[in-house]
C-alpha cells in the first residue's frame, strides 16, 4: 500500500456506498462499486457481477460475515471469510478470524489471520480441487 503510483486508486467507477462509523447493519449486502466500512457489518457482504468492485473494511470498521468481492482491503475486523477474486490487501491493524481465499495478497507487518490461506489458481477460481493451500494456521495468529 505504500508504494501506489500518486494520483492513481483501486476505486471502481461505480458509486461508493459508506457505512458510517456508528452504524450497525444487519443482513447481506448486495452491491456494484465500492463499499467502504467503518462501521459495523453483520451479515455476508457480496460484490455483484462487478470485476472492478471493491470492499475496504477501515480501522473502525468491523465484518461479522463472509465478505466476497474481486478486491478488498482489510485495516479493521473481519470475523468470516474472505473470498477474493483478484487482489487482497490486509494493512497493518487487520484482524480476520476466518479462511483466506485469494489471487493475488499484500499483507503489512502486523496484520493478524487465524486460519488458512487458500490461493485461487486463475484458471477456475471458484472451483474448490483447483486451490492450493499455502498455509494451515487455524487457530493460530499469523503475524508478518
Do not use: C, W
Not at 3 to 25: C, D, M, Q, R
Not at 26 to 39: A, D, K, P, Q, S
Not at 70 to 75: A, E, G, K, T
Not at 116 to 129: A, G, H, L
Amino acid at each position: 500500500m505504500k508504494n501506489k503510483k500518486p494520483g492513481t486508486n483501486n476505486y471502481s467507477n461505480g458509486a461508493t456506498t459508506l457505512i458510517a462509523e456508528g452504524t450497525e447493519i444487519t443482513g447481506e449486502i448486495r452491491f456494484h462499486g465500492n463499499l467502504e466500512v467503518e462501521g459495523r457489518v453483520i451479515g455476508n457482504i457480496v460484490a455483484l457481477d462487478d470485476n472492478k468492485a471493491r470492499v475496504r473494511v477501515l480501522q473502525t470498521g468491523q465484518v461479522q460475515g463472509e465478505v466476497q468481492a474481486p478486491s478488498v482491503v482489510v485495516n479493521g475486523l473481519v470475523e468470516g471469510d474472505l473470498k477474493v477474486s483478484h487482489q487482497l490487501e490486509l494493512a497493518a491493524r487487520a484482524v480476520v478470524d476466518g479462511n483466506v481465499h485469494y489471487r493475488l495478497i499484500e499483507v503489512e507487518k502486523g496484520a493478524q489471520v487465524n486460519g488458512n490461506f487458500i490461493r485461487v489458481s486463475e484458471e477456475k477460481e471458484s472451483t474448490s480441487d483447483k486451490r492450493e493451500r499455502h498455509s494451515d494456521s487455524a487457530s493460530a495468529a499469523v503475524e508478518v
